[in-house]
């Protein structure tokens, strides 16, 4: 029992993970309503809790913007399978697939004490992703002007890559990066698929049309893949180091970003 | 008066999509209150007006996008001083203090904060349209608020927040337990709290949920029908007599790919009228031999492609920029119309498969498309294509390639027509095929020779039902 009241520290559900600087949890599999509740608790619960990370796997879900056409995914199957069920949340367009396998990271973390730069920590995320993968063996990249991470043919220089090289599965997408930021605080982070189906991306993919091939580590790796919980560790840590660059409390509050 | 603009959220931010308005026109706003949720690359953020008054006009509708500093609200200040340009300020309180809040924000008072994450944002009873704001301003907001809590379905995800709910406040539990008793359809009256002071926590929700709710649906389920049950904010916005509909993905990506390929891929297209008869005959004996599933037309057309791809390996091949790849798999892309675009599910293996299984496999993929449900196997992978508006009863067309596809094929209509036999005019059936090439693979004399064999595959259809398709 803590002394203070709330969601502080030890109030945080899920098995704390080492990492510097910042609380990780490790939550298991959980529903997505669910975890989208447990953001948004401590979220407002972030000047007790301080900067949180939270790692996961969801149920098989769909969750698409205001924009996404939610109606196509969540129709009754016809050969009597479940159907994975469909959130709206309130953001842009994009719809996406979670589900297990994947390991999806929830950064709760103040971007104002961080220079409220909102572009930086979207590439914040990624060094942490792409040093993640890196331990396990994957090479991740950046593709500039599509946040993510993503995984080349050996040799190719991401750079110049296009649609095309997209299309030809020369380039592949192996995490999914998008955050929101309310009250200052970010919510949502990171998606990286580690071991997983990806046959359900597929239906949210229209067609031959936008291509954009997913991928996991397994794909990735010849070897064998640790255990999401591993990989959950793992991340916590790398997420942490690429965070703590920006970190406070040394910025001046006057701003002159580097 | 005061111009809101665009504000920079980063340094590397060069222009913003308006996400959401939180205000309408005729809202009153004051400095500090949530104003607009911009989006920027891949985040999202709330930001806040620095300016009070009544937001007099959005200069952009939700979903347009606008460079960092330019204009994208008025808000009137009602001081009568000129107009001054006001950033919008990212939200910078997270416990707004007294002194630095302004006296009265009534709105942000009543709506639940936590909504905008999870609930589709506003209903038609509280949004009201551009065109409808340009009468007189009604700055109390008040009946607004409470109208839309009272027709819109709370979410689990912001029922938790909400301080007097259903449950009443009689019950004590954490708004985390709260989410997930309404997931799980627990009832929170009937949970003993092992917390502090006995509350709720999620430990005896989960615990409790051990015992099956009485009547309770799959927690999955029952979100996807809340959500369901959410009206549809896919909004347009009228304005001056035009109304924008922004982008779904699937039309985004048509728009773009279409683009692309007919920048990229010189076209020419190749015309024929088949003579169905035969078709039409085997089709009527196939149904009299109550073949299961019956075949169509489109799959006679789909076989006999997958027999001529076999023959023509130069037709089943893509451009690479230095290099023409020849493709060892025969995929056929089926071009499906859905709702709000088309959707391609493949016929993958297609000159493996007989005539009814392919007709078997292409009902599958039909039903996927109007389901949406796909593996990507379903949707990957085409070599070719087949798009037929027969049943729109159009004659002829010519298809856009999908790239990296080099050809593509239009299928009109089956129907009596006058056509010259032996001399002679009749009456038949036809059907036109229309095929569109990338000249940059294929040439006009191939082209025709592959256009010909699919011709006479189905003017012959008993090579159809050939196991391994017809001789060459």
């Given amino acids: 029992m803590s002394v203070a009241r709330a969601p502080g520290a030890d109030e945080l559900p899920g098995t704390p993970l080492d990492a510097e600087g910042l609380r990780a949890r490790w939550l298991g599999r959980i529903g997505y309503s669910l975890a989208t509740a447990l953001q948004e608790d401590i979220r407002r619960a972030h000047a007790r809790t301080g900067d949180v990370l939270l790692l996961l796997e969801h149920e098989p879900v769909y969750t698409t913007g205001r924009g996404g056409r939610a109606e196509h995914l969540a129709a009754p199957p016809s050969d009597g399978a479940a159907p994975v069920p469909v959130e709206r949340i309130g953001r842009g367009g994009d719809v996406t697939y979670h589900g297990p396998g994947q390991l999806v990271g929830y950064a709760l973390v103040d971007l104002r004490a961080r220079g409220r730069d909102v572009h930086r920590f979207l590439r914040e995320l990624e060094t942490g992703v792409i040093t993640t993968l890196s331990a396990l063996g994957v090479r991740g990249a950046r593709w500039p002007g599509r946040t993510g991470v993503w995984v080349a043919d050996p040799d190719a220089d991401v750079g110049r890559m296009d649609d095309r090289d997209m299309q030809l599965g020369r380039i592949r997408k192996i995490a999914s990066i998008g955050i929101g930021v309310r009250g200052g605080i970010t919510m949502h982070g990171f998606a990286l698929n580690v071991a997983m189906d990806l046959a359900p991306f597929a239906a949210i993919v229209p067609c031959g049309l936008v291509g954009v091939r997913m991928t996991t580590v397994a794909r990735e790796t010849p070897g064998p893949v640790p255990s999401l919980r591993e990989v959950a560790a793992l991340a916590a840590h790398q997420v942490a180091a690429a965070l703590a660059s920006s970190a406070p409390p040394e910025r001046d509050p006057a701003g002159a970003v580097p | ?266 076209h020419f297209y190749l015309t024929t009228v088949v003579d169905m008869d035969d078709a039409v005959r085997l089709r009527a004996q196939l149904k009299a031999l109550e073949v299961e599933p019956s075949v169509t037309y489109n799959h006679m057309v789909l076989k006999a492609c997958a027999d001529a791809l076999a023959r023509f390996p130069e037709v089943n091949a893509r451009f690479a920029g230095d290099a023409i790849e020849l493709l060892d798999e025969i995929n056929i892309g089926i071009a499906t119309a859905v709702d709000d675009g088309l959707l391609v599910p493949v016929l993958s293996g297609a000159n493996r498969l007989d005539l009814v299984a392919i007709a078997a496999q292409a009902r599958v993929l039909a039903e996927k498309a109007a389901t949406g449900r796909f593996t990507s196997a379903d949707l990957s992978g085409a070599t070719f294509s087949v798009s037929n508006l027969g049943m729109f009863d159009v004659d002829s067309f010519s298809a856009v390639l999908n790239p990296p596809q080099a050809a593509i094929l239009a299928v009109g209509s089956v129907k009596q027509r006058p056509i010259v036999r032996d001399g002679a005019l009749a009456v038949g059936h036809t059907m036109s095929l229309t095929m569109s090439c990338d000249h940059r693979v294929i040439d006009g004399a191939r082209g025709g020779r592959f256009l010909a064999d699919i011709k006479r595959r189905l003017e012959n259809p008993a090579a159809l039902l050939l196991p391994g398709g017809a001789p060459a």
């Fill in chain 2, 1 to 266: 008066m005061a111009d809101v603009t665009m504000p920079r959220l980063s340094d590397t931010m060069e222009e913003g999509k308006i996400l959401r308005w939180l205000k309408r026109e005729g809202d009153r706003v004051e400095a500090g209150e949530l104003l607009v949720e911009v989006e920027t690359d891949k985040a999202d953020m709330e930001v806040e007006s620095s300016a009070s008054g009544v937001v007099q006009q959005l200069k952009l509708a939700e979903g347009e996008t606008a460079p960092v500093g330019a204009v994208i609200a008025v808000v009137d200040a009602g001081d009568g001083t000129g107009r001054k340009a006001v950033s919008a300020a990212p939200r910078q309180a997270a416990q707004p203090t007294a002194a630095a809040k302004p006296p009265a924000a009534p709105t942000t008072a009543a709506k639940p904060p936590a909504a905008p994450t999870v609930l589709p944002p506003a209903t038609p009873a509280e949004r009201p349209t551009r065109a409808a704001v340009s009468a007189p301003p009604t700055p109390s907001p008040h009946p607004k608020s409470t109208a839309a809590s009272g027709t819109s379905p709370a979410p689990a995800a912001v029922s938790g927040p909400q301080p007097a709910s259903s449950r009443g406040d009689a019950v004590k539990a954490s708004p985390l337990a709260r989410t997930l008793a309404d997931e799980l359809g627990v009832d929170l009256g009937a949970v003993r709290g092992t917390g502090p002071a006995g509350r709720i926590t999620r430990r005896d929700v989960e615990q409790a949920r051990a015992r099956p709710p009485a009547g309770g649906a799959a927690s999955g389920d029952a979100g996807a029908a809340r959500r369901e049950d959410a009206p549809s904010t896919h909004g347009s916005v009228a304005s001056g007599g035009v109304r924008r509909v922004p982008l779904s993905k699937m039309r985004a990506s048509i728009a773009k790919r279409m683009t692309d390929s007919k920048r990229e891929a010189p």
